[in-house]
Nanobody, 124 residues
């Protein structure tokens, strides 16, 4: 069982930056791939970024490439989502998710555990 807690959301102006944190419970965090997803009101939950268990490979949605990174600190059971050059269309609730795999999952149904989400609002 893994419990995930996100933090770091807030209100920021367009062009600004935020760093979200996803802290996991459990002693086998290094066995889990972690993904970030987002969901705006009335829209589907979209994949944002993912990082494999070892931290050696990452994947990003096309709309965040060059702007977001997903660093990982297995010693602190934490994965971050560093968001730069934020745009109003990035406004959404952001969720982290975990699945025990060596692969690089990018689809929400592949993930077993989810956090409660943190809201990001980007003003124009």
């Amino acid at each position: 069982q893994v419990q995930l807690v996100e933090s770091g959301g807030g209100l920021v102006q367009a062009g600004g930056s935020l760093r979200l944190s996803c802290v996991a419970s459990g002693r086998t965090f290094s066995s889990y791939a972690i993904g970030w997803f987002r969901q705006a009101p009335g829209k589907d939950r979209d994949f944002v970024s993912t990082i494999i268990a070892s931290g050696e490979m990452t994947g990003h949605a096309e709309f965040v490439k060059g702007r977001f990174t997903i660093p990982r600190d297995n010693a602190k059971n934490t994965v971050f989502l560093q968001m730069n050059d934020l745009k109003p269309e990035d406004t959404a609730a952001y969720y982290c998710a975990a699945v025990a795999t060596r692969g690089i999952p990018t689809s929400a149904p592949l993930f077993d555990y989810w956090g409660q989400g943190t809201q990001v609002t980007v003003s124009s």
